[in-house]
């Protein structure tokens, strides 16, 4: 457990400075300043993790680690530093993607390893992936994730999923790791490269009950 403690810490980390990455994109793309930058980081690099702690009764991760919180300050003065870049508003979607696997993955094996059903654990996995970029899209007034018919929860629960029944038929932690993230990433690199997404309600706003 010790080294999966040690795992799970790092790809955290590493989860949040991606997301935080996007956070701060997300405000270039607004103009802010560097503060809102920031901002934008920090609440989306650990939004979805505080909601999945607060769920599953767990410390908050980030309130006795200020590392989680400086981490994406630091992905934030990254990206201001770089400039007025033509590809850096393009790689808000790719890291985003990034992250969406690395934390469905992150956050469903914490939630296993605090006894947590793994159906549950599943969803958990969903939240912490989503939740951060809610709140970035709304503070950045761009179309919610939630709200839009490309796929990106459907990658996440597969990611989730497949990290989770790997983990119920004894695999080790790193190849179900691997797996559910090469599952989550690759399906939601696929939706963007080739537009991908799920079919929508045939009966629209007309249909009668």
Not at 63 to 87: E, F, S
Not at 94 to 111: H, I
Request: charged share 15%.
């Amino acid at each position: 457990m010790d080294a999966l403690s040690t795992t799970l810490f790092w790809l955290d980390y590493a989860a949040v400075a991606v997301f935080g990455a996007t956070g701060a994109l997300a405000a270039a793309r607004r103009k802010h300043d560097i503060i809102t930058f920031g901002f934008f980081a920090a609440i989306t690099g650990v939004g979805g993790g505080t909601l999945r702690d607060l769920l599953i009764g767990a410390p908050v991760f980030w309130v006795q680690r200020p590392g989680y919180v400086m981490v994406c300050l630091v992905a934030a003065t990254a990206v201001w530093l770089l400039g007025k870049r033509g590809w850096r508003f393009r790689a808000l979607l790719w890291l985003d993607a990034l992250g969406m696997a690395a934390y469905a993955v992150v956050g469903t094996a914490k939630a296993l390893s605090l006894g947590v059903h793994p159906f549950t654990a599943v969803v958990m996995g969903v939240l912490t992936t989503a939740f951060g970029g809610v709140i970035r899209d709304v503070l950045a007034e761009e179309p919610n994730l939630l709200l839009r018919r490309e796929i990106y929860i459907t990658a996440a629960l597969l990611g989730a999923a497949v990290f989770a029944g790997l983990t119920l038929l004894h695999v080790g932690f790193w190849p179900a790791g691997i797996a559910g993230f090469a599952a989550a990433f690759g399906l939601r690199a696929c939706a963007l490269k080739f537009g991908w997404s799920l079919p929508g309600f045939a009966g629209g706003e007309d249909a009668r009950l």
